[in-house]
Nanobody
Framework: VQLVESGGQQVQPGESLRLSCAAS????????LKWYRQAPGKERELVVT????????AHLESVKGRFTGSRDNAKNTVYLQMNSLKPEDTAVYFC?????????????????WGQGTQVTVSE
């Protein structure tokens, strides 16, 4: 299983950014995926869950109304649309696939993480 995030960059407050996570190695459409973030010196926190059907749930009060997850099952990709970015959104953003059966692995489901992509919001 591979999860490859992209799209992170430095932006100014108020701008928008869309992150992508390209997945492979499992039957993508069958599983929910999640976006986490981790700021320097802080614990990793759950940002958004995207269900198999593409419904997005934001888990942080600070991002509700600004961040939306989505997916394209034809491209095996999930996205995180981030609007009205604030300096406190600065973090490394990770794609997470929990409880996934990797293709060819018949032992047990496993959790997988991408390598992360840096988002910096500053003047």
């Amino acid at each position: 299983v591979q999860l490859v995030e992209s799209g992170g960059q430095q932006v100014q407050p108020g701008e928008s950014l869309r992150l992508s996570c390209a997945a492979s190695g499992f039957t993508f459409y069958r599983f929910a995926l999640k976006w986490y973030r981790q700021a320097p010196g802080k614990e990793r926190e759950l940002v958004v869950t995207i269900t198999q059907g593409g419904e997005s749930t934001a888990h942080l009060e600070s991002v509700k109304g600004r961040f939306t997850g989505s997916r394209d099952n034809a491209k095996n990709t999930v996205y995180l649309q981030m609007n009205s970015l604030k300096p406190e959104d600065t973090a490394v953003y990770f794609c997470h696939a929990p409880g996934v059966w990797a293709i060819g692995d018949h032992t047990r489901p496993r959790d997988y993480w991408g390598q992360g992509t840096q988002v910096t919001v500053s003047e």
